[in-house]
T-cell receptor
Framework: EPEVTQTPSHQVTQMGQEVILRCVPISNHLYFYWYRQILGQKVEFLVSFYNNEISEKSEIFDDQFSVERPDGSNFTLKIRSTKLEDSAMYFC??????????????FGPGTRLLVL | AQKITQTQPGMFVQEKEAVTLDCTYDTSDQSYGLFWYKQPSSGEMIFLIYQGSYDEQNATEGRYSLNFQKARKSANLVISASQLGDSAMYFCAMRREYGNKLVFGAGTILRVKS
């Protein structure tokens, strides 16, 4: 069964460093998402991406964050200068073509980011 | 604005019994989708079940069913015949008609006792 994959599973970085989190969505999916979950808290939406551009972003997704689909398979989240409060689990999700409210978003296993 | 409320921080259930996890939502939209996800201790998010606002029948997927009461704005998850492997965090989420993001509740931790 097709699944979303994410690398790395864990990343430790120093405050101020750049990190790139990678995702490979399900192959025929066209809508892509990043969410984050700070330890013990609810899952929060960061950004959605369709047709090579951001379709929606939250207030969390400030200038320190960017997303890219550098090729036909990868979808990346870059944090330019990490802060302590960026420590969280980051989930990538994808869904198929319609982008309608009935569509299910399938999540990857997550990248646990720790900023020291 | 959308809001999802899960009032049960934690629940216990005896193995093989049924359990209901509560979810209420707030939206002014007429069309919306409601989703439940399971998050085991390993951390991944697993999709369980979906209910559309216009669906007349309650959704069912194997041992999972959704008790959807639109007038009360509730979408409770019912797990029948609980298994030890059902021990996890369960999140209720909603998606608006226009827009892509899922809005999640705070989650309910379920522990299944043998």
């Amino acid at each position: 069964e097709p699944e979303v994959t994410q690398t790395p599973s864990h990343q430790v970085t120093q405050m101020g460093q750049e990190v790139i989190l990678r995702c490979v969505p399900i192959s025929n999916h066209l809508y892509f998402y990043w969410y984050r979950q700070i330890l013990g808290q609810k899952v929060e939406f960061l950004v959605s991406f369709y047709n090579n551009e951001i379709s929606e972003k939250s207030e969390i997704f400030d200038d320190q964050f960017s997303v890219e689909r550098p090729d036909g398979s990868n979808f990346t989240l870059k944090i330019r200068s990490t802060k302590l409060e960026d420590s969280a689990m980051y989930f990538c999700a994808s869904e198929s073509a319609s982008g309608r409210y009935q569509e299910t978003q399938y999540f990857g296993p997550g990248t646990r980011l720790l900023v020291l | 604005a959308q809001k999802i409320t899960q009032t049960q921080p934690g629940m216990f259930v005896q193995e093989k019994e049924a359990v209901t996890l509560d979810c209420t939502y707030d939206t002014s939209d007429q069309s919306y989708g409601l989703f439940w996800y399971k998050q085991p201790s390993s951390g991944e998010m697993i999709f369980l079940i979906y209910q559309g606002s216009y669906d007349e029948q309650n959704a069912t997927e194997g041992r999972y069913s959704l008790n959807f009461q639109k007038a009360r704005k509730s979408a409770n998850l019912v797990i029948s015949a609980s298994q030890l492997g059902d021990s996890a965090m369960y999140f209720c989420a909603m998606r608006r008609e226009y827009g892509n993001k899922l809005v999640f509740g705070a989650g309910t931790i379920l522990r299944v006792k043998s």
